[in-house]
């Protein structure tokens, strides 16, 4: 079974600039997650999908943060403009379902830089 | 609000030697309790799970039980290998299910 897949790997850009990532989930998991880690702590939830729908996005910050997942398959996360403090590692997660029970697989991450 | 309070790394051990990682919470209802492992170069994993009071969750050797009466749940492998050397993270997830992590706690195991 493929795992979760993420691109790009690495992402190095200046402030005030845009930039994309891409998740592809497991085959069949209705659940996705988008998590920001910061060096030196654990990830934190930025926004949860329910098929093509939202369940959570109340720590995504909204003013420069986006998301959608269309068809409830993809998903992508952007951000405009970048800031200094948006270095971090962007982590992708899917599941069967949104229950505790059921397991998060996650990706490799995309680690972002930002100058 | 729920949180997740771990040992603070690194820490260094050499193979054989039995590794505590510590990990206590604070969460409003009953929530169960995870240790996800990061090895390097890749993605987070689920290690093990505790969904209630008194379980204990093992796997690959490491064992953690689930202590309500201390709000607790200690990661421990009695014979570590080179091959565990990784990030290990204990999280909850409560009554809306989402995930709250620890820092993380770095382990390096020296052959």
């Known amino acids: 079974e493929a795992g979760v897949a993420q691109s790009p790997r690495y992402k190095i850009i200046e402030k005030r600039q845009s930039v994309a990532f891409w998740c592809n989930p497991i085959?069949?998991?209705?659940?996705l997650y988008w998590y920001q880690q910061i060096l030196g702590q654990g990830p934190k939830l930025l926004i949860q999908f329910q098929n093509n729908g939202v369940v959570d996005d109340s720590q995504l910050p909204k003013d420069r943060f986006s998301a959608e997942r269309l068809k409830g398959v993809d998903s992508t996360l952007k951000i405009q403009p970048a800031k200094l403090e948006d270095s971090a590692v962007y982590l992708c997660?899917?599941?069967?379902?949104?229950?505790?029970?059921?397991?998060?697989?996650f990706g490799p991450g995309t680690r972002l830089t930002v100058t | 609000g729920d949180s997740v309070t771990q040992m603070e790394g690194p820490v260094t051990l050499s193979e054989e030697a039995f590794l505590t990682i510590n990990c206590t919470y604070t969460?409003?209802?009953?929530?169960?309790l995870f240790w996800y492992v990061q090895y390097p170069g890749e993605g987070l994993q689920l290690l093990l799970k505790?969904?209630?009071?008194?379980d204990k969750g093992s796997n690959k050797g490491f064992e953690a039980t689930y202590r309500k009466e201390t709000t607790s749940f200690h990661l421990e492998k009695g014979s570590v290998q080179v091959s565990d050397s990784a990030v290990y993270f204990c999280a909850l997830s409560d009554n809306d299910y989402k995930l709250s992590f620890g820092a993380g706690t770095t382990v390096t195991v020296r052959a």
């Open positions: 505790a969904t209630k009071a008194d």
């Open positions: 085959s069949g998991h209705a659940t």
């Open positions: 997660a899917s599941s069967l379902d949104w229950q505790a029970t059921y397991e998060q697989y």
């Open positions: 969460a409003t209802g009953y929530p169960s």
